[in-house]
């Protein structure tokens, strides 16, 4: 399977990484929106300019758009579908509808394949998600995500006056996952099941407690969480804070039997050193699913809710049947 890689960021980078990792794929070039010269890939593959990326066309089996779900992917997926089986990671959820139905126009008129929002989640928590309801119908769903850094939430607080850089950690409330967990099916607020935690670099001079005033009560991000803001060096962010780590839970609390008489619980946790990386490799796996589906002549646009679990393999079913069933 001959994959694209369309934009080079942390993302970019990942699916380079885990390209090498599987045996049945090859990258047949770096898409970047940059000057080519001024990238410099991983592991050495070719860099080309974006806007020569329909030259390839003919050269890629599925193109793997690494942009943000904000301004790059609800712009670039459709674009790239009508000329190539795509895969994305938009992961802006009450806006995966709408993208949906654009990436569905466009790959069905390209007569190409595309899967968006595949990752963790959107992604794998979502297929748990289905899993569990399916197999548990009464009862109570909860995702916690974390602990680890939000880069959408991180660059919000870099977009403040006064501030030079931030880390933005979201961590699951222990009292939160303590409840669910002993089967009490709570109603938890979004305040009850995380907490915000901030570190940030703030100009010399800045007015600090005006910075913590605008974080804590900026809609959409902190306002309805508890938010605590810590201010350190840049020296102190180079040095623990550089990585990014992520992770969560997907939790089902459900019953059965003669009024709800039997408890049962399904829990699916991550623990990411690299959101990036991790994601790269659901990335991978889908894009293995699209080239395979692709050509048994299905079109459109899919998500990892139409994938058979198989398709998303390089083992064969009779591997797969005597291995891992």
């Known amino acids: 399977m001959k994959i694209g890689i369309y934009g080079y960021g942390n993302l970019g980078r990942g699916v380079e990484y885990c390209a090498s990792q599987n045996p049945d794929v090859e990258i047949a ?6 000057s080519p010269e001024s990238v410099n890939t991983v592991l ?5 300019s974006a806007a020569d990326a329909v030259k390839f066309k003919d050269d890629i089996d599925v193109m793997i758009i690494c942009g943000g779900s904000a301004t790059d992917l609800p712009e670039l997926t459709p674009m790239l579908a009508r000329d190539f089986s795509v895969v994305d990671s938009f992961d802006t959820h009450p806006k995966i509808p709408e993208h949906f139905a654009a990436v569905d126009s466009a790959a069905k008129s390209g007569n190409t394949l595309a899967l968006i929002s595949a990752g963790w989640d959107p992604g794998m928590f979502s ?4 899993y569990a309801e399916s197999i548990l119908p009464c009862g109570n769903t909860y995702t916690f995500w974390g602990k680890g850094v939000s880069q959408g939430h991180s660059d919000a607080v870099r977009r403040i006056e006064g501030v030079l850089d931030a880390r933005q ?3 699951p409330k222990d009292s939160a996952l303590d409840a669910v967990r002993s089967g009490k099916n709570p109603e938890l607020t979004t305040r009850d099941k995380h907490l915000r935690e901030c570190f940030v670099v703030a100009k010399p001079g ?4 005006k910075i913590e005033d605008q974080i804590k009560n900026m809609p959409d991000y902190f306002a309805d969480y508890d938010t605590v803001v810590h201010f350190i060096t840049a020296e102190e962010m180079k040095e623990k804070h550089s990585e990014l780590p992520h992770g969560g839970f997907v939790i089902r609390s459900g019953n059965t039997g003669a009024n ?3 408890n049962h619980r399904i829990e699916y946790s991550l623990s990411l050193d690299s959101n990036p990386e991790f994601t790269a490799g659901v990335l991978i796996a889908a894009a293995r699913a699209v080239y395979k589906m692709k050509n048994r002549g299905q079109t459109g646009c899919i998500t990892l809710f139409d994938v058979a679990p198989a398709d ?13 069933l």
């Open 169 to 171: 950690y979201t961590i």
């Open 206 to 209: 800045a007015d600090l407690q």
């Open 127 to 130: 297929l748990n998600r289905l």
């Open 260 to 262: 709800g008489a039997h």
């Open 29 to 34: 070039g770096v898409f970047t929106r940059r």
């Open 44 to 48: 050495g593959a070719k860099v080309y």
């Open 312 to 324: 998303l393999s390089d083992k064969t079913a009779e591997y797969l049947r005597k291995n891992l």
